[in-house]
């Protein structure tokens, strides 16, 4: 907590707390007065010890009211109802009046979430920020907490407390995400990468901006920004601020479209692709595989790998190193070092495949980032 307390916006930092706490300053000076002139009075009227005049007083103050310690006159009687009289309207009401107005603002409350949550956040490792809030971005949450992605999102938006509360998400911070002590606040350093999704273009590029200065500051290696836009013309311009990756709303909705109009529902039912790729029941995936340098598999064929027999999977694509693509490669098609591969595989047996994988040098796309995180971590990155 103490690397990120610079970062802390003013209204929930330590000084505000104490800020807080010295509304309890003059309630406290008036009471500490009160009980030293009643304490002084009592000696004074009743003639009695210090000890016994402190005591009365605490008792009388505090509305206790155990009786009275030694026989009383009128004069000290009358000297005992002032002393009820200012401990009770004066002393406990004035108090009891500041505190309630402290709890019931809110305040307090508020500044320890908020900490709580940044204390909360500097724990996580391996997560995405997400910076901005859309109806895009609903869904993308939603699919993170299916896929048991972490995530952080930051953003100022008005309707941002109800929309956090909807989805019910676990880490979030309401502030500025164009501003770079938010996104260092989100704990960048032990993050994959942020995804840039304001409802603005404008703000889109001022933010990924943010983040890559940020990300440069603190030397972070391996951290990748993906933006998305609204509009097409701004894509060059974020890829020119520094995003790894961008994506456009009208692109995405348009191949989307194209593909359902090449695919209409004539058999009365979603096409079996559009389920695979789109649907939200993870039967089969498409997964990435990378031939490490030194692999075992390096040299033979698809053949010899022998994956149908042993997890019902196929290779679909392979991408060497030069970039050529070779799609729906033949059984005699040899593997090479560097090659990327893409496979078909049931969901349930995608860690088989993986762990595998491993066993023979073909890492996947989470080995690598495990591996380039783990670098990164060590200072290698």
């Known amino acids: ?95 009891i009046a500041v505190l309630i107005n402290i709890v019931t603002s809110g305040e307090v409350k508020e500044i320890v979430r908020f900490r709580k949550m940044v204390s909360d956040i500097s724990a996580l490792k391996k997560h995405y920020i997400i910076l901005g809030m859309t109806d895009y971005v609903k869904f993308l949450v939603k699919e993170f907490e299916r896929k048991g992605i972490p995530f952080v999102i930051v953003s100022d938006g008005e309707s941002f407390d109800a929309f956090v509360k909807e989805l019910d998400v676990k880490y979030f911070l309401k502030l500025d995400p164009s501003c770079e002590n938010s996104i260092l606040l989100a704990n960048p350093e032990s993050a994959v990468g942020a995804i840039v999704a304001c409802d603005d273009d404008y703000k889109n590029l001022a933010v990924t901006l943010t983040v890559k200065k940020v990300a440069s500051k603190l030397n972070i290696k391996n951290f990748f920004i993906f933006s998305v836009v609204n509009s097409i013309s701004f894509k060059d311009k ?26 209409p529902p004539v058999f009365g039912c979603k096409s079996i692709f559009e389920e695979i790729l789109f649907g939200e029941r993870d039967f089969i995936g498409i997964e990435e595989f990378v031939v490490q340098p030194g692999s075992k598999v390096a040299g033979k064929t698809l053949k010899e790998l022998n994956l149908k027999e042993k997890f019902r999977a196929s290779v679909i694509a392979i991408r060497r190193t030069d970039g050529e693509i070779i799609y729906l490669p033949d059984e005699d098609e040899k593997l090479m070092e560097g090659d990327l591969i893409a496979v078909v595989v049931s969901k349930k047996l995608v860690e088989k495949i993986r762990k595998a994988f491993l066993t023979v040098g073909i890492f996947s796309r989470r080995d690598v980032l495990k591996k380039l995180l783990k670098e990164r971590e060590n200072g290698l990155g």
């Open 238 to 263: 974020l890829f020119d601020v520094g995003a790894d990756y961008v994506e456009a709303v009208p692109e995405i909705t348009s191949k989307r479209l194209a593909f359902l109009a090449e695919n």
């Open 1 to 95: 907590m103490k690397k990120v307390e610079k970062y802390i916006p003013k209204e929930y930092s330590q000084d505000k707390v104490l800020d807080i706490l010295m509304k309890f300053r003059p309630p406290l000076i008036i009471a500490l007065v009160a009980i030293m002139v009643s304490t002084i009075g009592y000696m004074l009227i009743s003639k009695v010890d210090l000890l016994k005049a402190f005591y009365m007083t605490i008792l009388t103050v505090t509305t206790i009211g155990y009786g009275e310690m030694w026989d009383m006159g009128v004069k000290d009687r009358l000297f005992n109802i002032a002393v009820m009289t200012l401990g009770v309207g004066t002393v406990m009401g004035y108090s």
